[in-house]
T-cell receptor, first 119, second 117 residues
Framework: GAVVSQHPSWVICKSGTSVKIECRSL??????MFWYRQFPKQSLMLMAT?????????EQGVEKDKFLINHASLTLSTLTVTSAHPEDSSFYIC???????????????FGPGTRLTVL | AQTVTQSQPEMSVQEAETVTLSCTYDTSESDYYLFWYKQPPSRQMILVIRQEAYKQQNATENRFSVNFQKAAKSFSLKISDSQLGDAAMYFC??????????????FGTGTLLAVQP
């Protein structure tokens, strides 16, 4: 199946700094990617939909200036957590759908996630 | 808006036994997909099984099968012959059928499954 990678897998940063997380579709092109946030023992919460060549669509309650998303190519989307604070510590997961031709079904492939710890 | 509800935060099953995880959803759409995802301790999301709403036949994948009750908006997952490797968090998810790749997944709160040896 298709593979989605994330980098880094774990990052620790100081409060007030910015952190960039990369999401790559390794063997397919993805015009759309999704970014999720997951707290321990909780579900995945969609943060935003990343669109190649255009602005991301953010879910209600997600700060656009806090979580900057750039989808510069068909295989790469980045999430930058700006001026990170301890409450931003979480597990961030991206996913990318693989277009299925004429079918409306597009299986989503998930990255392995990035654990962010803000001290 | 669509919602997905999983009423069982935790479940436990003996190895080799059968367990059923519950999921209900709410939608006004007629075309949609339903999924069960597994998230083991590695936290990598793994697709277990999917069901297209227009299909009356319940989906099956080896030891995993679903009971899809469209009128009741119920979508349960049955795991037969449970194995230790089945221990994980299981998420039920919904996706609208229109819009193709841009359609987002809506997840339930998850059920943590423990498998006892």
């Amino acid at each position: 199946g298709a593979v989605v990678s994330q980098h880094p897998s774990w990052v620790i940063c100081k409060s007030g700094t910015s952190v960039k997380i990369e999401c790559r579709s390794l063997d397919f092109q993805a015009t759309t990617m999704f970014w999720y946030r997951q707290f321990p023992k909780q579900s995945l919460m969609l943060m935003a939909t990343s669109n190649e060549g255009s602005k991301a669509t953010y879910e209600q309650g997600v700060e656009k200036d806090k979580f900057l998303i750039n989808h510069a190519s068909l295989t790469l989307s980045t999430l930058t957590v700006t001026s990170a604070h301890p409450e931003d510590s979480s597990f961030y997961i991206c996913s990318a759908p693989l277009a299925g031709g004429l079918s409306s079904y597009n299986e989503q492939f998930f990255g392995p996630g990035t654990r962010l710890t803000v001290l | 808006a669509q919602t997905v509800t999983q009423s069982q935060p935790e479940m436990s099953v003996q190895e080799a036994e059968t367990v059923t995880l519950s999921c209900t959803y709410d939608t006004s759409e007629s075309d949609y997909y339903l999924f069960w995802y597994k998230q083991p301790p590695s936290r990598q999301m793994i697709l277990v099984i999917r069901q297209e709403a227009y299909k009356q036949q319940n989906a099956t994948e080896n030891r995993f099968s679903v009971n899809f009750q469209k009128a009741a908006k119920s979508f349960s997952l049955k795991i037969s012959d449970s194995q230790l490797g089945d221990a994980a968090m299981y998420f039920c998810a919904y996706r609208g059928g229109y819009g193709g790749a841009t359609n987002k997944l809506i997840f339930g709160t998850g059920t943590l499954l423990a498998v006892q040896p």
